[in-house]
């Protein structure tokens, strides 16, 4: 996998260590997705697959059944989930998933935080091409985890491909095949430890140490704010 992979890890997981931020968007990722599909996690994929994030991430039972129970009020009505494009620093491509209450005041922070990092937001649909979205499931490598077994078994599911790294597993599927492909690795008894929809590069770009610091402040920026739920880039 080699140092691309092992900078976006270290790099997302660094981030993603703000409990303060993380634990709120998990909850409205709860919350939207009972809204959309219902409150039983048996019946609605999307759900189940928010809630299995939130325990990955040590989010306690309390937060999770209340993000669920909201699911019910006017707050859950209220949220609009929106993307936003743009180019920051050295020209990185950036793709931003908002959840939000208030578009406009998402689209005015988010179009400053490229502003001030010398960057800038462009239409929405320019850098869609660029990025191929995938359904991305991990979960631990145990002993008995045969990973040419599990390839050959998840093929009918829509895997795509199967990859190890530092003791986890990484299972990759067109976004389509999502639900499908969690479905099956339930099955097996296995343990999902994170899955989601991801945007991969299809063009990876290779940046500096230098560029990519400057990169993650404006990266920092955007993930520290409360209606931006998810930010992929096309670092190599």
């Not at 609605?44 to 039972?61: D, E, G, S, V």
């Not at 609009?80 to 491509?93: A, C, D, I, M, W």
Request: aromatic fraction near 8%.
């Amino acid at each position: 996998m080699g140092r691309a992979f092992e900078y976006r890890r270290a790099a997302k997981e660094k981030r993603w260590d703000k409990m303060s931020k993380m634990f709120p968007k998990l909850a409205k990722a709860i919350t939207v997705a009972a809204k959309d599909g219902g409150t039983d996690p048996e019946m609605n994929p999307k759900l189940r697959t928010a809630i299995q994030n939130a325990k990955a991430q040590n989010m306690p039972k309390d937060n999770i059944e209340n993000a669920i129970k909201r699911a019910d009020g006017k707050d859950a009505e209220s949220y609009t989930e929106v993307n936003y494009e743009g180019k920051g620093p050295h020209g990185v491509l950036v793709f931003v998933e908002c959840m939000t209450d208030n578009t406009m005041r998402t689209v005015a922070n988010v179009k400053s935080y490229f502003n001030k990092a010398g960057g800038s937001m462009v239409p929405n649909g320019s850098l869609e091409y660029l990025f191929d979205r995938k359904a991305v499931i991990q979960f631990d490598k145990t002993e008995e985890t045969d990973i040419e077994a599990l390839e050959l078994e998840l093929i009918d599911a829509g895997l795509d491909s199967i990859e190890e790294h530092e003791g986890s597993v990484y299972v990759y599927g067109d976004y389509t095949v999502f639900g499908d492909l969690s479905k099956a690795i339930e099955e097996k008894g296995i343990d999902i430890k994170k899955a989601n929809l991801q945007r991969i590069p299809n063009s990876p770009v290779e940046f500096t140490d230098e560029q990519l610091e400057e990169i993650e402040k404006m990266l920092d920026k955007l993930e520290d704010d409360d209606d931006v739920q998810e930010v992929f880039t096309n670092i190599a």
